[in-house]
Each structure stands twice: as structure tokens, then as C-alpha cells.
């Protein structure tokens, strides 16, 4: 178990392509979720990924994430997901001394681009690029989750 | 990934208690369920196990079973379970060819003991012990997870 400490901003500009180091193409879904615990399944590249997260509240949040077979990961986007299956490419792009995580959403939610940066404590100092706009960590629109059930394309 | 093919019968004495051939202390809890799929947390013994299993039709269904921490088991148990906790031991029970599953309620669901045999096909022939009562396969009261929303005291 681990505890998570995210913040989410806006993307304002494309600057941030200059600073790429990696790429991954991300599809997921959720399982379920209740008021407590939500249970997502990624396929992340060629690794499959069952992550339970406890219920949002701001910045913390409990964290299970468990590596699991690609095919298990596969069978249960196709066949058991009850809401949309999320599609996006993260790229790891640099700034300063952080590797921050930039989602590009397709799909049902092209036109969104967000960028999560996880810290270690709730207080730990960090430089705001260029390209960062409004902070929406506390926004739950934002939630991958939310996403699922509201995609972009319909605000 | 697999298909569990399961029957399940209530037990009307308790001649089996002479063929134990072994016994587990589980709990288990419900992280999350939808029309599609629900996720188990579970302790048996000192091992932690997290299940998906695809919603039940009849005797078979897709399960998803993967080991975890036992730590991480017990912190969901505590705090990410939504529906009540369920308190069982399960003896393994010899009856000819095959191994049964007996589960010895406790907690709310206490007064219940229920006989599982896992089958490899739906058409596998078995034989049908004497401690065997009413097959209860097909009847949704007994899941774990009805179990877990409406226990045997409340019935």
C-alpha cells in the first residue's frame, strides 16, 4: 500500500513537446467503485495493471497497484468494465528536477490534456512550467474515473 | 484467467466432519460490485488474495484470482469494504474422487454451512455425499456477496 499525493493541472500550450522522454499508450477501465474504493484496470504499454484506489479526499489518497497478466487486463476491459474505457497517451516530459505525467486523451475525451505531478509529502516544493495552467487537483470532473462516466467530449 | 465451474449444496448433518482433511480461517470482504463484476478481498490463513469475478450465470463464471500482501488485504478489509466482513472456516472434505469445500459460518452468518465441489466441466459426474442436502447452486441468497449485504440472521 501507498499513499498518492497528485496534483493535476492543465496543459495551456504545446511547449512541453520539447521536453518529452517517453511515451506510453494507456487504455483503462473501472471495474467498479463504491463511495470507499474504486477498482481500475490498465493495459500500459504491454503490462496489464489492477489498481485499487480508496476514496478521493484532495491531494491523498490510498493506493493498491498490483502487476497482473496483459490477457487478464485485456478480458476484463472487453468484458466486464461497466463505463467507457479511457484511451489516452501519457508522456513523461521533464521540468526542472520532476518527471511530470502528461495525458493526451482520445476518444471520448480528445481535446484534453492534463498533467499529474506526484510528491512525496503534501508540502514538498515544486517550479511550475510554462506550460502548466490551472490547478485542478481538487476538481473530481478531472477524475479518471469521473472521465469514464462523463467523457469531455459532452461537457 | 479462469472459469470456475462450482455447485453448491446446503449440508444437512455433520457425518462430513469424519473426511476433514484440512481447514482454513477466512475473511473476506467486497471492495466494489456492479452488474457486470464484483472484486473480493480475502485472508485465508495468512495469505491475501484479491478476486474479479464476472457476474454469476448459472454454475459457471469468469474469475480472475491474483496472491497480494496480506498487509494489503487487511487494510482494505478494514477500511475500503463497503458491505459487512464475512467470518468463515472452510473444511476440505474427501468424498470419493473428489475434494469438497464446506464453509462454517460465523459472525452474522452464523447457523450456515454450505458444500462447494469446483468441477472442470459442467457435465463432470460426481457423487453426491449424505451429509448433501438441497443444491443451491442457482440460488443468488446464498453468494458470499448476498451474504455480505443480507447474513443468514437476517433471513
Redesign the interface.
Known sequence: ?GVEIERKFLVKNTSWRDAVEGQDAILQGY?????????RVRVKGDRGF?T?K?AAAGVSR?E?E?G?PL??AR??LD????LAVIEKVRYRVRSGRHLWELDVFAGENAGLVLAELELTSEDEPFELPDWAGEEVSSDARYYNLSLARNPFSRW
Open positions: 500500500m471495474l467498479a467503485e463504491t463511495e470507499r474504493a474504486s477498482v489492477l485499487i480508496g490510498a493498491f498490483y497482473i490477457e487478464d478480458a476484463m468484458t466486464l468494465s461497466s
